[in-house]
């Protein structure tokens, strides 16, 4: 997700604007037909944010640092919350996934992928939540070795701090 962000904020820094959350045509053309359609509203109230700018206004989260609940309402980016929800919505859509590789295969055929300098994050590893229960590991040596965490007197072993 962080690499998806990043590739976001660099497409729109790309153009080098001074406010590098607003989204440019370019990039809300690649975006907007990954939006799921917004469902029937369930009950009256405020108008829904447009995509296009609850998106400025999770490029602005992303690029600032602040948190969701101190978005300023004044840039006309709905609510933190609102990006925040929108955010999700879209994330559990798979649209960030859908942009990570429409955006990889426009650079691939634009020949801009420079594998020289690629990294892997840990986080989009998938860990398993609990393994099978497995007895104790044997120890592959004859003899015990000796503990480097603990001594073998007695008083060594009894806590001070109670």
């Not at 690029?63 to 980016?77: A, K, M, V």
């Amino acid at each position: 997700m962080r690499l998806l962000a990043w590739c976001l904020v660099c497409l729109v820094m790309g153009n080098r604007q001074s406010r590098p959350w607003i989204v440019s045509d370019e990039l809300w053309s690649l975006v907007e037909p990954l939006l799921p359609k917004p469902g029937p509203k369930k009950v009256e109230g405020r108008p829904r944010v447009p995509d296009r700018q609850a998106l400025c206004g999770i490029l602005f989260v992303l690029h600032t640092g602040i948190q969701w609940e101190y978005l300023p309402q004044e840039l006309g980016f709905g609510s933190g919350m609102t990006c925040w929800r929108r955010l999700a919505a879209w994330n559990e859509a798979g649209v960030w996934d859908r942009l990570h590789a429409l955006l990889l295969e426009r650079l691939r055929s634009k020949d801009r992928l420079d594998w020289e300098r690629a990294v892997i994050d840990s986080s989009h590893v998938r860990a398993a939540r609990r393994g099978p229960k497995v007895g104790r590991a044997r120890s592959t040596v004859h003899g015990r070795a000796a503990s480097t965490t603990s001594s073998s007197m007695d008083r060594a072993s009894l806590s001070r701090c109670r």
